[in-house]
């Protein structure tokens, strides 16, 4: 069973820059999450998707990030205009429609740096 | 307060020593338990679930206590292998949407 892809595996911006991120979750599963993942800290919930549709997005900083997941599969994660404390490893995860006891299939994630 | 609470360490034991990590965890709608290893620089990964029975794999054994929000991993007959980040996970269901929070992560160093 391939895993959840993403890419770019790394990046480094200049703040005040735009980026995106880019995650192709496990075949058939319908929830993705997106996680933050700062030095030193355990990941941190960006937002949830259920199919194509939003869960939970409360700790999304609205006012520069935003996610889509165009027709269920696929997501992308923009931020614009980027801040130095978003460096960070932004992972992608993926589960079958509830998470349940299952826990998550993680991507390999993307590592920003902002300078 | 923390949701997920963790020692972050580091735990440095010689090869072969038992080890245990402790974790709290404030929501007590929380309904189902993890324990994740994070090696540096990669993506966590599932170790095991955490069930209120106990539960054992291998060398690996969980234990979840619901009155006192308590979870613990230990780890018996350490090897080099197991250094890593280990972090207590806890899921919260609401309606059909469930979400993991993650602690910190208490880092483990087994040493020759």
């Known amino acids: 069973e391939a895993g959840v892809a993403q890419s770019p595996r790394y990046k480094i911006i200049e703040k005040r820059q735009s980026v995106a991120f880019w995650c192709n979750p496990i075949?058939?599963?319908?929830?993705l999450y997106w996680y933050q993942q700062i030095l030193g800290q355990g990941p941190k919930l960006l937002i949830q998707?259920?199919?194509?549709?939003?869960?939970?997005d409360s700790q999304l900083p609205k006012d520069r990030f935003s996610a889509e997941r165009l027709k269920g599969v696929d997501s992308t994660l923009k931020i614009q205009p980027a801040k130095l404390e978003d460096s960070a490893v932004y992972l992608c995860?993926?589960?079958?429609?509830?998470?349940?006891?299952?826990?998550?299939?993680f991507g390999s994630g993307t590592r920003l740096t902002v300078v | 307060r923390k949701e997920v609470e963790q020692d972050p360490g580091p735990f440095n034991v010689p090869e072969g020593a038992t080890v245990a990590f402790n974790c709290t965890y404030s929501?007590?709608?929380?309904?189902?338990f993890f324990w994740y290893r994070q090696d540096c620089r990669k993506e966590p990964k599932l170790l095991m679930s955490?069930?209120?029975s106990g539960n054992e794999d291998g060398r690996f054994t969980a234990q979840l206590n619901r009155a006192s929000q308590y979870i613990s991993l230990l780890i018996r007959d350490s090897k080099l292998s197991d250094s890593a980040t280990y972090l207590c996970?806890?899921?919260?269901?609401?309606?059909?949407?469930?979400?993991?929070?993650f602690g910190t992560g208490t880092r483990l160093q087994v040493t020759l």
């Open positions: 995860a993926s589960s079958p429609l509830v998470g349940g006891n299952y826990g998550y299939t």
């Open positions: 075949s058939g599963h319908a929830t």
């Open positions: 998707f259920q199919n194509n549709g939003v869960v939970d």
């Open positions: 929501n007590s709608a929380s309904q189902s």
């Open positions: 955490v069930y209120s």
């Open positions: 996970v806890v899921n919260v269901r609401t309606g059909t949407a469930s979400k993991l929070t």
